[in-house]
């Protein structure tokens, strides 16, 4: 029997297990304060963010950050953040 539906490739990980949708989620939900820079081991964005997360500043910019990050290919993220 044929399957039906839309084709998923697989989430995009990096070498030290970071997940691409799990960085995306915690940039949309946590990224206010910066918590996905940390994730991706960019502690000195991290702080900022977190310095001024009462701004709504890095709120804004988490958010987009997340959505960018969803629709963006697997192959153009790993090249990104695959190395770090």
Do not use: C
Request: glycine letters at 14%; hydrophobic letters at 50%; aromatic letters at 14%.
């Amino acid at each position: 029997m044929p399957s039906v539906g839309v084709s998923v490739s697989g989430d995009a990980t990096t070498r030290t297990g970071k997940s691409k949708l799990a960085a995306s989620l915690i940039a949309i939900f946590l990224g206010g304060l910066g918590i996905h820079k940390f994730y991706l081991g960019d502690t000195t964005l991290g702080v900022v963010y977190l310095i001024f997360f009462w701004t709504f500043i890095p709120a804004i910019l988490g958010l987009i950050e997340g959505i960018i990050w969803l629709t963006q290919s697997n192959e153009v993220w790993l090249a990104k953040y695959g190395d770090r």
